[in-house]
């Protein structure tokens, strides 16, 4: 009773003036039992009172934009794909070979990307062989504190003096980079389906998924690379568990001026951690979301013209990039 009232008196107290503490302590006190993800930590606040200084590039004076490696970023499921997009990764071959007993494996050629972002949850089995870019993206935008973030202007009515805050040159690549970042928050929810967010602090990152996700009690995982990878080589499942099945909420990083993450709730879903070795030697353990439910995506979106299935007869899965976060309830 003495620690329940304690931990009741310490939200209460983080929630009154959750702007005079750091980003660590205030996620240490709302996620008592969560360890703070590698890929989190790494790009917060070195100090309480100090903000991080955000990009200069010696090269580009008008490059302020983070971007990672990943030249698609997050992929809408919300539209209709874009050539551009069917062309990147819908018109390639692969080959998934199925290993069988002994030392014999059954080949088949399937309409496949050969940067497979997409799949189905059949293939997430020992043995199967499958290509896919690398899981680094290197987005290195640092955290601001809440308290800063507040107040920058965040939407598209305020579009000019985003560019006019962070000086930023409106014909630039980074001008057109944050238009589409902001354009891709504010596109509608699918109600009664989806809950999004995009979260400019990890104070508001914390908030969200515990509005979301309704207990403390909180899984934060990603995918773990060890090593550097090539842009594309063929991956051997090793092992496939399951962390959750049921909600969970996950966090995309967006290039922006600082770190913004799309999070979002889109449905039930099954949360595997799939370890895999590549032709290379490179050992990965890849955090994938299957998502049971895709009936309500748009039919006409990547997903679907990728692995040629209609929405809801089939889970859809990715696998999410290192510095992408999933939070599932733990037990």
Request: glycine share 4%.
């Amino acid at each position: 009773m003495k620690l329940q009232a304690l931990t009741i008196f310490l939200l209460s107290f983080v929630a009154s003036t959750h702007a005079a503490i750091s980003p660590v302590v205030y996620w240490k006190v709302k996620l008592p039992n969560t360890q703070i993800p590698k890929v989190i930590k790494d790009f917060l606040p070195q100090s309480d009172d100090v903000a991080p200084e955000l990009k200069q590039d010696n090269t580009n004076a008008n490059a302020k934009v983070y971007y990672g490696l990943s030249q698609y970023g997050t992929i809408s499921w919300h539209r209709a794909a874009t050539k551009d997009e069917i062309l990147h990764f819908a018109t390639k071959k692969n080959v998934i070979k199925q290993v069988t007993r002994g030392n014999s494996f059954e080949a088949k050629e399937e309409d496949r990307p050969l940067k497979q972002y997409f799949f189905l949850e059949k293939d997430l089995e020992k043995g199967n062989i499958i290509n896919f870019p690398t899981l680094l993206n290197k987005n290195e935008a640092p955290f601001l504190p809440r308290g800063s973030v507040e107040s920058i202007p965040f939407s598209m009515e305020k579009f000019s003096e985003i560019l006019n805050h962070f000086s930023i040159d409106r014909k630039s690549k980074d001008a057109q980079t944050i238009k589409k970042t902001i354009e891709l928050c504010d596109e509608p929810e699918v109600k009664h389906k989806e809950k999004k967010m995009c979260v400019t602090s990890l104070e508001s990152m914390v908030d969200f998924g515990l509005s979301l996700l309704r207990t403390n009690n909180i899984l934060a995982i990603t995918s773990e690379v060890q090593g550097e990878t090539q842009n594309s080589q063929r991956y051997t499942i090793e092992k496939v568990q399951q962390i959750a099945d049921g909600n969970n909420m996950v966090c995309h990083k967006l290039n922006y001026v600082y770190a913004l993450h799309y999070c979002h709730f889109a449905g039930s879903t099954r949360t595997f951690m799939v370890s895999m070795i590549g032709d290379d030697g490179t050992k990965v353990k890849a955090v994938s979301v299957c998502h049971k439910d895709a009936s309500f995506w748009n039919p006409k979106s990547l997903p679907f013209i990728v692995l040629k299935v209609k929405p809801g007869t089939t889970p859809i899965c990715h696998f999410l990039k290192d510095d992408q976060i999933v939070f599932v309830p733990s037990e």
